[in-house]
């Protein structure tokens, strides 16, 4: 197999592997519409700010990402960029425990006797994008040494390249969930 | 890799990246399994026949299993048919089914030296592999196995108090299919992808056989149907471990309240079902693909209309995502929405039409040879129509609320589902043997196989139907309980005595199978005179599959008995002849 062939295998595996991964938060998010609209004491709360700022925290780290290619095609060192989005990715990170934190001291909580169905769709949400996104913060770290090591190029990045498409479906995937779980 | 290279035994044969090889692994441990669950049909039969009374069949089972009279156990026989269900659907005719023959022939038959990704391929069979020890290591803790039907729905599985299956068993189950589920979708990605990306030369989407464009549809269904299964088991796994109330709600269990709230188990219905009805074209898709393939071939006639047959089978994996609710008429759905699921459910019979017709119309003066792969293809057909008329009366919201959970039910889908897949199973082994293996089976013994497969098989299950009308209700342990079902023990009885022949018959065909891969007649290198290109590779496997390069596709899969040709086959290789039209 060719390089450009095996490349391109690469990718649309990855492309499958996120339909897959889309598949099973859609079968999530109607599992939350059918039981909220059944479910008879449905508990509404108010969205953790951490959520607000997390959600412009991942949006930033995608936006530094499409520096990338330009660096590249400069023949210039993108640690820096990769370096940047992993951090960002960190304090994603961060934020999405704190507002775990904040809904806790609402009250609102995953599981046990002063627990609500809510609560829990919104933190079983969180937790596995979450996990999702565990995955792309081992993909920046690999991609954070090699570029620190220079062995990307306009010509040759696809490892980076495939965690960049995985990590802007990821940003994709929280404003959604985020907006879903706003306005729904 | 393009080239054949050394392999040790390890690289070989345990953990081979070789296309071929997992797919024989895949064949003989979805063999195993189905004995394994073959072996636990016989034995709930036998309860059936004969209820609480003893059996020989009942030492292959642990003492525990029986109570002090020697018969089987109430929660035992409950854990036996799930456990069946489990084995059959999920390891037998998903795996057993679709990875032996997605690996197989995909390579082979699109003209690529392996799959686009041979790592994963492993990966898949040995996540395979893994989840089939926990699955059987089930059988084995002191609760037992999970025995809350191969549906597992909540509340028995959600709590490990409810019955001695929820417990240990249950939790083993859901780690099983979570291995499962991820070896299917590697198996999957890589499916698509190669097919995709890894063509030869001229063969373009529209030469494909149909077995490829089958498994290709099977591979993107499984693809976004099992992740849902995924989430589906997430939230149980919570509700069972972690105390959430996604599927539970006001619940006393021996006396204690529960605080569960709020939660449904139809909620769990949906979620399965968006998965369930999807796997049960997973499962009969390749069967179909490999049918189509088999009866062309040995009608030594074109396959009829091969545009419809590729648009019947995109037409029925897409209606397979809409239809999930006709398994839950009687959940109290909104009767509206019950008569949509009935009219998606009937659509599903235009494109099953549409395939029966082009089976028909291409074995019709056809120059059939009835080998036993044939008369299975042709077994496989006739189950899709028999399962497929009561399917007519299941899709149907008004007649399935009669026959709700009974043996009518139960009688329907061994036909359609599961005869019909086993049969293409069958078929598949039979036709692709000599390329698996460079030697035949043995003839008389495959027609001997066939004739008393498909007696027992239609023995056992069309009574059932009969049942399923006097209201007999499927999943119970006994009927003796109820005068009103008295008369028909003497079918039940019958339906027993076929279920152990037709075990009985297995033996010969695993016999000629094992027999035949070290004793059989060495095969040619295309004994079949068929046309794809797997039988152009030579007799003597080799990893790469063709030793020099690979080969060129001139046209499509099905020109048998062309006129002007001199043989009633040319291989895809074959240029087209000067003023030649392509089919």
């Known amino acids: 197999m060719d390089i450009a062939l095996r490349n391109m295998v690469k990718k649309q595996l990855l492309w499958i592997s996120l339909a897959a991964i889309s598949m099973f938060f859609a079968s999530m998010l109607s599992a939350f519409i059918v039981e909220k609209a059944d479910v008879g004491n449905w508990k509404e709360f108010i969205l953790p700010n951490y959520f607000v700022f997390s959600t412009g925290v991942i949006i930033l780290s995608s936006l530094v990402l499409f520096f990338i290619k330009p660096q590249l095609k400069k023949d210039k060192s993108i640690f820096s960029l990769v370096f940047t989005v992993l951090i960002l990715g960190i304090i994603f990170s961060y934020l999405q425990i704190k507002g775990w934190q904040q809904l806790t001291n609402q009250g609102i909580y995953l599981t046990g006797v002063g627990s609500n169905i809510s609560g829990s769709f919104l933190y079983i949400l969180t937790l596995t994008h979450l996990l999702h996104l565990v995955g792309g913060l081992v993909g920046l770290c690999i991609s954070a040494i090699k570029s620190k090591q220079n062995l990307y190029s306009i010509n040759n990045y696809l490892g980076l390249e495939l965690t960049a498409i995985y990590w802007h479906f990821l940003t994709v995937l929280w404003v959604i969930l985020f907006a879903f779980l706003k306005f729904y | ?12 044969y345990i953990f ?7 797919a024989k692994q895949f064949l003989l441990t979805g063999m195993f399994m189905a004995v394994v669950g073959m072996l636990m049909s016989a034995i709930f039969r036998v309860q059936l026949a004969n209820p609480g009374e003893t059996s020989i069949l009942y030492n292959l089972l642990p003492s525990t299993w029986l109570n002090d009279a020697g018969g089987l156990n109430p929660d035992k026989y409950l854990a036996l048919v799930t456990m069946h269900g489990t084995i059959l659907v999920f390891w037998v005719l998903t795996a057993g089914l679709s990875g032996t023959f997605a690996n197989f022939l995909i390579p082979l038959q699109i003209g690529a030296r392996d799959m686009a990704s041979g790592f994963l391929n492993m990966l898949s069979y040995w996540f395979f592999f893994i989840a089939t020890v926990v699955l059987l290591s089930s059988l084995f803790v002191e609760s037992g196995p999970a025995s809350g039907g191969w549906t597992i729905y909540p509340p028995l599985s959600a709590l490990p108090q409810a019955i001695p299956g929820s417990g240990t068993g249950m939790t083993l189950w859901l780690i099983s299919i979570t291995l499962f589920v991820v070896g299917s979708l590697l198996g999957g990605l890589n499916y698509i992808v190669t097919i995709l990306n890894l063509r030869t030369i001229g063969m373009t989407m529209q030469r494909l056989p149909l077995t490829v464009w089958a498994l290709l549809i099977t591979a993107i269904l499984g693809v976004l149907s099992f992740p849902v299964l995924l989430s589906c088991g997430l939230l149980l796994v919570f509700d069972r471990s972690f105390g959430t109330s996604f599927y539970l709600s006001d619940i006393i269990i021996n006396g204690e309240v529960l605080h569960n709230e709020g939660g449904s188990p139809i909620l769990f219905e949906h979620l399965f079902w968006f998965l369930g009805h999807p796997e049960v074209y997973i499962i009969l898709l390749p069967a179909l693909g490999i049918v189509s393939e088999v009866i062309s071939v040995n009608s030594r006639k074109p396959i009829f209309g091969y545009k419809a047959m590729v648009g019947a089978l995109l037409l029925i994996a897409f209606l397979s995502f809409i239809v999930w609710g006709h398994h839950m008429f009687m959940t109290g759905m909104n009767p509206f929405l019950g008569s949509v699921f009935t009219f998606t459910t009937l659509l599903i019979a235009i494109p099953s039409a549409v395939k029966v017709f082009n089976y028909l119309a291409t074995l019709w003066r056809g120059n059939i040879r009835f080998t036993p792969a044939m008369l299975f293809a042709i077994g496989t057909v006739s189950a899709f129509i028999t399962g497929g008329l009561t399917g007519i009366i299941l899709g149907d919201s008004a007649l399935d609320i009669n026959v709700h959970d009974t043996y009518f039910v139960v009688g329907h889908f061994h036909i359609v589902m599961g005869l019909s897949a086993i049969y293409g199973m069958f078929a598949g082994v039979y036709h692709w043997f000599p390329k698996m293996y460079g030697r035949m089976m043995n003839k008389n ?16 299950f069309f009574p059932m139907h009969f049942l399923g009308l006097a209201g ?12 009103m079902f008295d008369g028909l023990s003497d079918i039940n009885s019958l339906i027993t005595f076929f279920a152990l022949a037709g075990a009985i018959v297995q033996a010969i065909f695993l016999f000629n199978f094992f027999y035949s891969i070290f004793k059989g007649t060495k095969a040619s290198q295309n004994p079949w005179k068929s046309n794809t290109l797997e039988w152009t590779t030579p007799v003597e496997r080799i990893h790469g599959n063709w030793p020099g390069e690979l080969p060129v596709v001139k046209r499509w899969a099905y020109d048998y008995s062309k006129p002007g040709a001199e043989e009633d086959f040319i291989l895809q290789t074959e240029p087209l002849k000067d003023g030649e039209i392509e089919h």
């Open chain 2, 1 to 12: 890799m393009s080239e054949h290279h050394k392999e040790n035994f390890i690289t070989k």
């Open chain 2, 16 to 22: 081979s990246m070789d296309h071929k090889m997992i």
């Open chain 2, 445 to 460: 013994l495959g027609y001997i196989h066939f004739w008393g497969t498909f007696i027992c098989a239609y023995g056992v």
């Open chain 2, 472 to 483: 007999l209700p499927r999943r119970y342990y006994s009927n003796s309980a109820f005068p």
